[in-house]
């Protein structure tokens, strides 16, 4: 088995994530996994959704959206349809779901971080992607509440990072790119603490269905990749 980029089943790609992106929102991030970039911004408001108010705890919730170019044709903008599609909404969601177990809530005062995670271009793992920069632009975001005394103590629970993995060609391998990803007998998305906890396990047979074993493998990757973008988020983080 030989993948389209060349490289080893057990490889990421090449990962980079810029800080400070953006000019004006409290934490933003440009990360690119490969071919795929997303910008991740992290904005802070005051107050909370109604069915929280009065409760003295903060709130997270994420927004997703692709641009029209950032795959090989055009597609049409979702507000000029009116309505997000159903793959959207998944995505952000998992998102949402994914940042929310890195806080304590009670901790961030009556506050809520909006995430956006922009896809400019795509080449597969967006999903993956977005949820690893969207942590890092969530970091500086508390260090900005921090800073502006908004916080009721650390909020900070644990890190949180995303990977794909997959069956491709009758192998697991790590990070699929689109390629793989479109020829990928199975594809598995893992969202997973520092500590080592997993948060959400995706996963589709796309042909026959995938067994115990090639499971275990799989999420053996994982860990692997995941550790690995644990160091790259520090190491972001400590620039």
């Given amino acids: 088995m030989k993948r389209p980029s060349g490289r080893a089943a057990d490889q990421l790609r090449p990962i980079r994530i810029t800080r400070n992106y ?12 490969g071919d795929t970039k997303v910008i991740c911004t992290a904005s802070v408001e005051a107050g909370v959704p109604r069915f929280l108010k009065g409760q003295g705890q903060g709130w997270l919730t994420a927004e997703y959206g ?38 304590d809530m009670s901790k ?4 809520t971080i909006y995430l956006d995670c922009d896809v400019i271009q795509a080449d597969g793992g967006t999903r993956t992607a977005s949820i690893t920069g969207a942590m890092v632009a969530l970091m500086d975001a508390l260090k900005v509440l921090k800073k502006r005394g908004s916080l009721k103590g650390e909020p900070l629970k644990q890190m949180v990072a995303a990977v794909s ?19 990928a007998e199975t594809d598995l998305n893992v969202v997973m603490t520092d500590a080592g906890g997993f948060i959400e396990v995706q996963g589709t ?35």
């Fill in 22 to 33: 953006t000019k004006h929102a409290e934490g933003s991030v440009l990360v690119e996994f």
């Fill in 205 to 239: 047979a796309e042909g026959a269905p995938f067994q115990p074993e090639e499971l275990t493998a799989m999420l053996d990757l994982a860990r692997k990749g995941l550790n690995e973008l644990f160091d790259l988020q520090r190491a972001a983080l400590a620039d």
């Fill in 108 to 111: 961030l005062g009556e506050n």
């Fill in 165 to 183: 993995v997959g069956i491709y060609q009758g192998v697991p391998v790590l990070d699929l790119d689109y390629l793989e990803d479109a020829a």
């Fill in 66 to 103: 692709m641009l029209p170019r950032a795959t090989g044709e055009r597609n049409q903008r979702e507000a000029s349809r009116g309505k997000q599609g159903g793959r959207t909404l998944e995505i952000q969601r998992l998102i949402g779901r994914s940042l929310r177990a890195a806080l």
